[in-house]
């Protein structure tokens, strides 16, 4: 699940392809509907179903229908005019100690 915790600091080690913002990840695969829940691109785990079930989210440029795709590092996700590439980021051990 992406959460504000699970970010590294703006200083990521990689980039996003031009017009994307990256989202990175601690854990992978995560459900499409968890990503865009967590990073503002739905207000709840609803809309987000609600969503992708409307034909309104693309991942790699395609129309993705299914709420519980698999999302992985080199994705890229569109909403409206919101676009986000996903990177997966090791956690520290620091991070693996408090969950």
Not at 73 to 82: F, K, L, M, P, Q
Request: proline share 3%; charged share 30%; no cysteine.
């Amino acid at each position: 699940m992406t959460t504000t915790s699970d970010r590294i600091d703006s200083d990521s080690r990689a980039s996003a392809p031009a017009g994307y913002r990256l989202v990175e990840i601690s854990r992978e695969p995560v459900e499409l509907y968890k990503i865009l829940k967590f990073e503002g691109l739905a207000e709840s785990g609803g809309h987000a179903k609600a969503a992708v079930a409307a034909g309104e989210v693309r991942v790699n440029g395609k129309v993705e229908l299914q709420k519980r795709k698999k999302i992985v590092t080199g994705d890229t996700i569109e909403v409206a005019d919101e676009k986000i590439s996903i990177q997966f980021v090791a956690p520290s051990a620091a991070d693996e100690a408090a969950q």
